[in-house]
């Protein structure tokens, strides 16, 4: 198993020091992790188990019984599809469908270009612009099945 | 910073900004959004200027803990999270537990899918939230609150972050606030996807660093909760209510509402809904007015069928009760929810059966796996509902679904087993005959389940022969200008004919 390098070493770190003295520190360093490296990789793990004193077997835990956390890799761009009631009732499912045809990935998987992940997604909050999708950190409503390809292809 | 600080502020701003009212429907009456699309979120200065910040100088200066908690309690507010505890009498119970560490929560992590109301007032109005929670820490004597707000919300984290920021520079969150030897501090945590810690003690478990897993109740948070010290845990609409019944009083508080449920509630109006968005209306307006009214009737003028409440938890409304009132204890009497506030209208094209399967397929997903009946119950409920979307169900399912759906509801350990199988009861209990269509009839009147729906032309058809030359499985037959035909034996269901139809004239049933 590879080991981290003295890059990472030094992200994971800074990201320790930020909040160790914190009471409950894990979920916001779980939450750093995640957003630098795209990932909380198995050895990220063993590496924080040490400097936070937390098992490692409770570390792994934490990060499977969340799902903004993954151990693999994830693609740059996270794709996630309302799927809320709001979304749901206004055709939502046609929507991711049609992502799902266009990327040829299911849920939670990675294109081969490391481009775009579909996330399992619940709700976006902007139900009243249903039916809506998230890109990164953008979020797209009012869609039709037809306007997909060209928000995608926006990130291509 | 003292009051006449406090005042030079307001006089100043009010003098160089001028605010606009934006567009409510006259039976809107707006107290926690009163300042949403009013101000500038990001400046502190106009939140002063629409009176912030005074009720918590009110509160450090001239009252004791146990005078803030009267008049919580005697304004009768509840809780707005969902299940309505009366807010002063928690807040009551934190404060008699003597401990050297107390905590307040915020709790943001507004999982309901369909709903934004904690979203909207994070980002347009975030002083309010940390306004309440620093009185609600004064009152019962905390001096460290957490907001723990969803991960899918990053607008929200920020504009509140940059709200605290802004709080602490001009000295209204950190140490001796307003001169008052009282120290309060507030600090964002973030969610990271779990429905189920919308829960009390998930919640807790979560900022603790663990698996967001519920505990039995009692021992309650406001006794034994965030790092074993004693814990309020309040909805952001909750303690966004707060600064308003300090500076107006309880009566003010109690002039709307119902007896029981004074106040008002903010709803999240969406689905098939013509002026769909966020609404904050007295308690006890009757169903009928929010969806005809201010929301203006059905999209496309379909007929109403079911209103959504209280997301995965609630149940449903239909067209016989849209002259019941709508508050906590009326919601739960009819068998569906206030819950944080979600409204979900659906029109005749919705099937109820689907819904129920689709909420039942989001608690299957967000059941966290502690307690039995809810890990295994819900996913055997599931599995029910879909040989029923299928086709495959017989009436000896439905009644064992039922009955499953009680025992899950009685022996499940949190709030979310608890009150999964709310959707299934409620639907059954409202629209029976289409669950027996489903089974017996092998049919999807709405035309929403696969395997039960069938493509039909109707008398609209013109005869322009664009279906029959776009079908894939060439089964719709007909002359030019004669109404079409579609062989449902060897129609495959693509919706091809539908989407081509220039008259309107396919319909699927």
Redesign the interface.
Same mark, same amino acid.
């Given at each position: 198993m590879a080991k981290v390098s003295k890059d990472e070493i030094s992200y994971l770190d800074e990201i320790v020091r930020k909040h160790s003295t914190?009471? $409950?520190?894990?979920?916001?360093v &779980?939450?750093d992790v995640q957003k630098t490296f795209g990932c909380v990789s198995y050895e990220a793990q063993k590496y924080l188990s040490k400097k936070l004193n937390?098992s490692c077997s *409770?570390i792994y835990?934490?990060i499977t %019984?969340?799902?903004? %956390?993954s151990v693999k890799p994830r693609g740059k761009y996270s794709i996630g599809v309302c799927?809320?009631?709001?979304c749901?009732?206004?055709g939502s499912q046609r929507i991711l469908d049609k992502v799902f045809s266009l990327l040829n990935v299911g849920i939670g998987e990675t294109t081969p270009d490391g481009l775009f992940t579909i996330a399992?997604? @619940?709700?976006? $909050? =902007?139900?009243?612009k249903?039916p809506a999708l998230?890109i990164g =950190?953008e979020v797209y409503s009012n869609l039709s099945v037809d306007s997909v390809e060209d928000i995608i292809d926006k990130y291509r | 910073m003292d009051k006449n600080t406090l005042n030079d502020i307001k006089n100043d701003t009010l003098n160089s900004v001028s605010f606009s009212s934006p567009k409510t429907h006259k039976k809107e009456v707006r107290r926690v959004l009163r300042n949403c699309d009013v101000i500038d979120a990001l400046s502190i200065t106009e939140y002063i200027a629409r009176d912030g910040y005074f009720a918590l100088y009110q509160v450090l200066k001239s009252y004791k803990p146990q005078g803030v908690i009267e008049i919580i309690s005697s304004s009768g507010l509840r809780g707005r999270g969902g299940g309505g505890f009366p807010t002063g009498l928690k807040w009551n119970f934190a404060y008699q537990n003597e401990s050297e560490n107390k905590y307040i929560i915020c709790n943001a992590d #507004?999982?309901?899918?369909?709903? !934004?109301m904690d @979203?909207s007032i994070l980002e347009k109005d975030p002083h309010s939230v940390i306004e309440g929670m620093i009185i609600a820490g004064y009152a019962v004597g905390a001096n460290m609150g957490y907001v723990y707000i969803r991960? *899918?919300?990053?607008v929200a984290a920020k504009n509140l972050q940059i709200a605290i920021d802004s709080a602490k520079d001009n000295k209204i969150l950190g140490k001796n606030i307003f001169e008052s030897n009282f120290d309060f501090d507030v *600090?964002i @945590?973030?969610?990271?996807?779990? %429905?189920v810690c919308g829960e009390e003690t998930a919640l807790i478990a979560?900022? #603790? +660093?663990? @698996?967001?897993?519920p505990n039995i109740k009692p021992p309650y948070p406001a006794k034994n909760g965030l !790092?074993k010290s004693p814990t309020i845990i309040n909805n952001v609409e909750t303690l966004a209510n707060v600064p308003q019944i300090i500076l107006n009083g309880a009566d003010w508080f109690r002039e709307v509402g119902t007896d029981d449920s004074p106040g008002t509630k903010v709803f999240? &109006?969406?689905?098939?809904i013509k002026n769909?968005?966020?609404i904050e209306v007295p308690m006890g307006i009757t169903l009928g007015e929010i969806i005809d009214d201010i929301g203006g009737g059905v999209f496309n003028n379909r007929r109403f069928k079911a209103a &959504?409440t209280g997301?995965p938890s609630g149940g449903c409304l239909t067209y016989k009760h849209v002259n019941e009132k709508i508050d906590f204890d009326n919601l739960t009497l009819l068998g569906s929810m206030m819950g944080s506030g +979600?409204m979900?209208v &659906?029109d005749d094209t919705?099937c109820m059966v689907d819904?129920a399967w %689709?909420?039942l397929d !989001?608690t299957v997903? *967000?059941s966290?796996g502690k307690c039995t009946p809810c890990r295994e119950g819900t996913k055997r409920m599931y599995g029910i509902l879909d040989k029923i979307t299928k086709g495959d169900g017989t009436l000896y399912d439905l009644e064992k679904l039922e009955r499953l759906a009680y025992t899950v509801k009685n022996t499940s350990l949190c709030g979310l087993g608890k009150t999964a199988p709310n959707p299934v009861l409620s639907t059954i209990k409202n629209f029976r005959d289409e669950y027996i269509s489903h089974i017996e009839n092998l049919r999807c009147e709405s035309g929403v389940c696969y395997n039960l729906c069938y493509y039909f032309v109707n008398s609209d058809c013109t005869g322009c022969t664009k279906c029959a030359r776009n079908c894939p499985v060439s089964c719709i037959s007909g002359d030019v200008r004669e109404l079409h035909v579609i062989d449902q034996e060897s129609c495959i269901k693509c919706g091809a004919c539908l989407r081509v139809c220039p008259a309107g004239a396919i319909e699927v049933r």
């Amino acid at each position: 198993m590879a080991k981290v390098s003295k890059d990472e070493i030094s992200y994971l770190d800074e990201i320790v020091r930020k909040h160790s003295t914190k009471p $409950g520190p894990l979920m916001p360093v &779980l939450h750093d992790v995640q957003k630098t490296f795209g990932c909380v990789s198995y050895e990220a793990q063993k590496y924080l188990s040490k400097k936070l004193n937390i098992s490692c077997s *409770e570390i792994y835990s934490v990060i499977t %019984f969340y799902s903004q %956390f993954s151990v693999k890799p994830r693609g740059k761009y996270s794709i996630g599809v309302c799927m809320g009631t709001a979304c749901y009732v206004k055709g939502s499912q046609r929507i991711l469908d049609k992502v799902f045809s266009l990327l040829n990935v299911g849920i939670g998987e990675t294109t081969p270009d490391g481009l775009f992940t579909i996330a399992p997604t @619940r709700c976006l $909050g =902007d139900c009243s612009k249903a039916p809506a999708l998230m890109i990164g =950190d953008e979020v797209y409503s009012n869609l039709s099945v037809d306007s997909v390809e060209d928000i995608i292809d926006k990130y291509r | 910073m003292d009051k006449n600080t406090l005042n030079d502020i307001k006089n100043d701003t009010l003098n160089s900004v001028s605010f606009s009212s934006p567009k409510t429907h006259k039976k809107e009456v707006r107290r926690v959004l009163r300042n949403c699309d009013v101000i500038d979120a990001l400046s502190i200065t106009e939140y002063i200027a629409r009176d912030g910040y005074f009720a918590l100088y009110q509160v450090l200066k001239s009252y004791k803990p146990q005078g803030v908690i009267e008049i919580i309690s005697s304004s009768g507010l509840r809780g707005r999270g969902g299940g309505g505890f009366p807010t002063g009498l928690k807040w009551n119970f934190a404060y008699q537990n003597e401990s050297e560490n107390k905590y307040i929560i915020c709790n943001a992590d #507004e999982g309901d899918p369909g709903a !934004f109301m904690d @979203r909207s007032i994070l980002e347009k109005d975030p002083h309010s939230v940390i306004e309440g929670m620093i009185i609600a820490g004064y009152a019962v004597g905390a001096n460290m609150g957490y907001v723990y707000i969803r991960a *899918e919300y990053p607008v929200a984290a920020k504009n509140l972050q940059i709200a605290i920021d802004s709080a602490k520079d001009n000295k209204i969150l950190g140490k001796n606030i307003f001169e008052s030897n009282f120290d309060f501090d507030v *600090e964002i @945590r973030l969610g990271a996807g779990a %429905f189920v810690c919308g829960e009390e003690t998930a919640l807790i478990a979560s900022i #603790e +660093g663990k @698996r967001g897993m519920p505990n039995i109740k009692p021992p309650y948070p406001a006794k034994n909760g965030l !790092f074993k010290s004693p814990t309020i845990i309040n909805n952001v609409e909750t303690l966004a209510n707060v600064p308003q019944i300090i500076l107006n009083g309880a009566d003010w508080f109690r002039e709307v509402g119902t007896d029981d449920s004074p106040g008002t509630k903010v709803f999240a &109006l969406a689905g098939k809904i013509k002026n769909g968005g966020l609404i904050e209306v007295p308690m006890g307006i009757t169903l009928g007015e929010i969806i005809d009214d201010i929301g203006g009737g059905v999209f496309n003028n379909r007929r109403f069928k079911a209103a &959504l409440t209280g997301g995965p938890s609630g149940g449903c409304l239909t067209y016989k009760h849209v002259n019941e009132k709508i508050d906590f204890d009326n919601l739960t009497l009819l068998g569906s929810m206030m819950g944080s506030g +979600g409204m979900i209208v &659906l029109d005749d094209t919705d099937c109820m059966v689907d819904i129920a399967w %689709f909420y039942l397929d !989001f608690t299957v997903d *967000e059941s966290c796996g502690k307690c039995t009946p809810c890990r295994e119950g819900t996913k055997r409920m599931y599995g029910i509902l879909d040989k029923i979307t299928k086709g495959d169900g017989t009436l000896y399912d439905l009644e064992k679904l039922e009955r499953l759906a009680y025992t899950v509801k009685n022996t499940s350990l949190c709030g979310l087993g608890k009150t999964a199988p709310n959707p299934v009861l409620s639907t059954i209990k409202n629209f029976r005959d289409e669950y027996i269509s489903h089974i017996e009839n092998l049919r999807c009147e709405s035309g929403v389940c696969y395997n039960l729906c069938y493509y039909f032309v109707n008398s609209d058809c013109t005869g322009c022969t664009k279906c029959a030359r776009n079908c894939p499985v060439s089964c719709i037959s007909g002359d030019v200008r004669e109404l079409h035909v579609i062989d449902q034996e060897s129609c495959i269901k693509c919706g091809a004919c539908l989407r081509v139809c220039p008259a309107g004239a396919i319909e699927v049933r």
